[in-house]
DNA sequence: TATTGTTATACTCTATAACTATA
DNA sequence: TATAGTTATAGAGTATAACAATA
């Protein structure tokens, strides 16, 4: 709080209007995660976008497209061009949901699913590099407080 | 971590595969955090990332412009537009260095300064809704938590 | 009337490369 | 040679609006 506190040890003298600005470090913290999830799953052409709906069509979860576009906080339309390029490639594909004509159901298809298997790798490869300096339990403190904030309800 | 836990309370069903993925957490906190922000603080004619630079030249630490681009994580032409459009509405001013004739300092105008209180104002608001489910003991473990991973060093 | 998916469009953000002037 | 700032450009992400099919 004082003066000379090591508050400057990590993030030099341009600390104090922003150091502690809980946005910006979520910006800030984020940029890195992102950057280090695109880089590695570059190697296998995708990308976080992408990877997260390949996950979530993965999991056998039978998603409909508003489904994914509400959990990951995207407008349907984007949901639109990542399962097209998905579904281009192979990897998804669109079922009708009998209960309602008009839902679009997103499913993996088996290279869909073992492409996943290989993001996840590389996935999990990006976020040990991101959170490296965060023990277990810290990795796990940090997941439930973000919940509060990303699902607020 | 046993099957029927009530990891599904918040996150409804899709959270399997994602819902744990802290690099997801973090991405969807910060889509909600910049759009509160952006709005807040556009009923002053800003928007977070301008926000920021206003609020590290208003600290009185004279950042260059490189200083601006490595806390902020931008890239320097992107510090030259931000310091563009903020120098073009008379909040902020480039000074030369003296030792460096490179460099552009960056420092507010009595305009910018004034105009920046009142940002803060917005900036609190839209912070207090986006982690209105965090204690103010919690929102000090997250900060402390995100900065080992926004400042790795 | 309301919702799902779709198309279209404009704007913001991100990432590179190349250039200039200084060091 | 290297660094600070600048310009230009392309690609990715964000935000709206409007529409057809279906509920």
Chains 1, 2 share one sequence.
Do not use: C, H
Request: glycine residues 4%; positive net charge.
């Amino acid at each position: 709080m004082s003066a000379e506190q090591p508050a400057v040890t990590r993030k030099g003298r341009l600390s104090a209007a922003l150091g502690d600005d809980l946005s910006f470090l979520l910006a800030r913290a984020n940029a890195y995660s992102l950057a280090a999830g695109n880089v590695a799953l570059a190697t296998i052409g995708l990308r976080a976008r992408s990877y997260s709906v390949l996950a979530l069509a993965a999991d056998g979860s039978r998603p409909s497209q508003r489904d994914l576009a509400d959990f990951l906080r995207l407008d349907p339309s984007q949901v639109v061009a990542l399962v097209d390029d998905l579904q281009t490639r192979g990897l998804v594909a669109r079922e009708a949901d009998p209960a309602d004509r008009r839902t679009n159901v997103v499913v993996t298809t088996a290279a869909g699913r073992a492409l996943y298997e290989q993001a996840r790798v590389q996935a999990r490869r990006a976020e040990e590099q991101v959170f490296a300096r965060l023990s277990p339990s810290e990795r796990e403190r940090l997941a439930s407080l973000l919940q509060l904030v990303a699902f607020p309800d």
